[in-house]
């Protein structure tokens, strides 16, 4: 058996589309631009390149996108203040704070600063402390984790009854997208590195999500025979016989995982279009709720 492979980048592209048209008749029928903010401090490559590929994709879909870049010795109270300007313009739906922040800086404080009508990454405290209660609804959910579901359902796999296990308790990835699982009533365990007997509670996982930054951790006979495997890991192993010396593979070790799964994300292709497809859709609801459209 070889597993259906879920197409993140494709899927993502797909989802560009209908914001695209969303945006338009947000604008049409509204007179409503979308607005999103991102804040830049310091000169880490890494950062620079994913905050210019966030804007791009919001000029892709017509989201007015405005960039602010402070020094790496910016002060708390600059960052702050950027972030407080930023909370009271009208035309910013979402405020994007480009983790990691230089080490002088609190990123909690950064954070708890962001309007939570603007979280649009969806890390607040009271966004996560709503997704973690019963009964209560997140204005946002972190754009990896909501990809992640997005990604579980357009698979067509339901989600609901099935036994789900997540590897890795993160609050980026592992721990939000175990709280939205168990919302859309999946029974959850969380492994970690604590976590004995690691291997006999994955082959139990009809959803099987690794999110734990070990390269190829999770061999084949660790997974359930037609289970879906979403791979969140991004690792770089040396490859001589690759012109930059090294490849990219997940957390799962696909060329065995794919020969036992349903469904399976690849790497890289999976997961990683989705975190930014997912920060446009939150900047779009963001401009409704602002709007009163929702």
Sequence with gaps: MTAELIDG??????IQRELTEEVAHLRETHGIEPGLATVLVGDNPASKTYVRMKQRR??????HSVGYTLPADATQAEVEALVSQLN???????????LPLPGQLD????LNAISLEKDVDGFHPLNIGRLAMKGREPLFTPCTPTGIIELID???VQIEGQEAVILGRSNIVGLPVSMMLLK???????????????????RRADILIAAVGRAEMVKGDWIKPGSLVIDVGINR????????????????DFAEAVEVAAHITPVPGGVGPMTIAMLLKNTVTGAKHAAGLL
């Design 184 to 202: 859309r009533n999946a029974t959850i365990t969380i492994c970690h590195s604590r976590t004995r007997e690691l291997a006999e509670i994955t």
């Design 9 to 14: 980048k494709g899927i993502a592209k797909q």
């Design 154 to 156: 357009r698979t067509g």
């Design 107 to 110: 990123e909690e404080a950064v």
């Design 88 to 98: 009271a313009d009208p035309t910013i739906n979402g405020i994007l704070v480009q």
């Design 237 to 252: 192993v040396e490859d001589d016989t690759r012109k930059r010396g090294y490849r990219l593979v997940g957390d799962v």
């Design 58 to 63: 919001c000029e892709e879909v017509g989201i």
